[in-house]
């Protein structure tokens, strides 16, 4: 009798995959409904041909993306090889050139914004997920499992056979935090949170990058159709005046340097656009570097922090809960679960850090030609540095609650709402009380603005701190799990 064990990611998979499939086709009856009302509303004058094949193109690749969606789902949950991992391939492989058809598609009829075509950039993420989690991640789930009387067999025939294996060295043990590291990460990525956390990552930051192009986009359209403005002229709006000027702005309230109204005047504060009082940090991140990047990778800091939280919210406490310690504790240590789990986060979340950052650069470079390519690509490579540097205490911090708290909801809720909110109550408690401004350093965030500083010696000093952090916030996370009941 065969029988495979599905992981509980996979089944997450086949849900996942029945939601798009149901996405997709309201999709196509919309889409076949507006053709047709578009049709009948236009008969002396036909529609293109060219828009029409278009159409026509985009709709049957759409209906086979969501066969291809449905029968994989159903092969997943039979873990079926050929259902499951032949078809999921096949579908990653159709979504893709979907994907690639309608981004032409939307440069050869010149009517997609710039928010349509990064959401459709973002068409990506779920097919590129099927590819690694389905042929890596879960490659042992398509090999059957046949009866252990017939295994025993097997194995015993085999080895009776086989001439005696020459003496081999002894290789070195992995360290236990390498061993137990390894094994989070596998743990993790098969189960739901593993699924569920780069896709709802991915789409996250490609959705709040869409959104603040798009109002950028608006702009430069508006000028290039009722300002009468060719597209250098537009590009040159966009890259001094809309995105520089508002970004500056941006900079100057989010690292809290703006200078004096007056110099005996009331305390309030005013953003200097004037070049004599301008802002030399704010200046340096969007005249000195592309500014667009910046804005973009200023806000990526503050969400892959809240986004840490749904990874690492129960990497101690659903194995706490479930009494699961006790048994691993009799081959390892406390220090090695701890420190192992603690590394397996970081190495999950780093892919993703460098995933995103990299389409970012690579559709800001296709759409903003004003920005050169080496200032593009060293500035996305410091900003992956940067977000990591901001990810890893939030990952320890998660780590130190999961520890506190035995449950995996109540230090979801704990971390992603401490993460979310205190910055910004911290920030407004220090703006109507300026001796409450250490409450902003309690959390990594505020120093780790820091790391975009002209200044090489504050830089080092930022990083640095985001490393005390993590010092501080293992210390305690692992000082509490030594002591704790397993």
């Not at 305390?267 to 004037?274: E, L, S």
């Not at 995933?355 to 390519?373: D, G, N, R």
């Amino acid at each position: 009798m065969e029988r495979n064990v599905r992981p509980s990611g996979l089944t997450a998979f086949a849900i996942i995959n029945f939601i798009f499939a149901g996405v997709i086709g309201i999709s196509v009856m919309l889409s076949v409904g507006t053709l047709a009302c578009a049709g009948s509303f236009s008969r002396n004058q036909a529609l293109g041909p060219e828009t029409a094949n278009i159409s026509l193109v985009t709709t049957i690749l759409n209906l086979a993306v969501m066969a291809l969606l449905v029968v994989s789902g159903i092969g997943y949950l039979k873990c079926s090889p050929i259902l499951g991992r032949l078809f999921g391939s096949v579908y990653a492989c159709a979504d893709a050139v979907k994907t690639i058809i309608a981004l032409l598609s939307l440069g050869i009829l010149q009517q997609g914004s710039t928010f349509i075509a990064i959401i459709t950039v973002g068409n990506f993420v779920w097919p590129l997920l099927t590819i690694v989690f389905i042929n890596f991640v879960f490659n042992d789930v398509w090999r059957r499992r046949t009866r252990l009387a017939e295994l025993a067999s097997g194995i015993s025939s085999a080895a009776a056979a086989a001439p005696a294996p020459a003496a081999v060295p002894d290789k070195k043990t992995p360290p236990h935090v390498v061993l137990v590291m390894m094994q989070s990460i596998r743990q993790t990525l098969r189960g739901v949170q593993g699924v569920l956390f780069p896709l709802v990552a991915l789409v996250i930051c490609f959705t709040t990058v869409g959104i603040l192009i798009a109002v950028a986009q608006g702009v430069q359209n508006y000028a290039e159709t009722e300002g009468g403005m060719n597209r250098s002229q537009s590009d040159r709006l966009m890259r001094d005046v809309v995105i520089k000027q508002a970004a500056y702005g941006f900079f100057v309230w989010l690292f809290d340097d703006q200078s004096q109204a007056a110099p005996n005047g009331p305390p309030a504060k005013t953003i200097a656009y004037t070049p004599p009082a301008r802002d030399a940090w704010a200046d340096y991140v969007t005249s000195e570097k592309p500014a667009l990047l910046s804005l973009i990778f200023a806000v990526m800091m503050t969400l892959f922090p809240i986004l840490s939280s749904f990874l690492a919210f129960n990497q101690i406490s659903e194995d706490a809960r479930r009494k699961g310690f006790r048994y691993l504790l009799l081959r390892t240590t406390r220090s090695s679960i701890f420190f192992g789990k603690f590394l397996a986060a970081l190495a999950i979340i780093i892919p993703i850090i460098v995933l995103t950052v990299a389409a970012v650069a690579f559709f800001v470079l296709i759409s903003y030609p004003f920005y050169p390519v080496a200032a593009v690509v060293s500035w996305s490579l410091w900003a992956i540095v940067m977000i990591f540097l901001v990810s890893a205490p939030s990952v320890a911090f998660c780590l130190l609650l999961s520890a506190l708290i035995n449950s995996g909801f109540g230090s979801l809720a704990a971390g992603a709402l401490t993460l979310g909110f205190f910055p910004l109550i911290a920030r407004l408690l220090k703006d109507s009380a300026g001796f409450l401004v250490f409450l902003q350093y309690l959390l990594p965030q505020k120093v780790a603005y820091f790391l975009m500083n002209p200044r090489w010696w504050v830089v080092l000093l930022a990083a640095v701190g985001c490393v005390a952090y993590v010092a501080v916030y293992s210390a305690g996370g692992y000082f509490y799990f030594k002591r704790k009941s397993l």
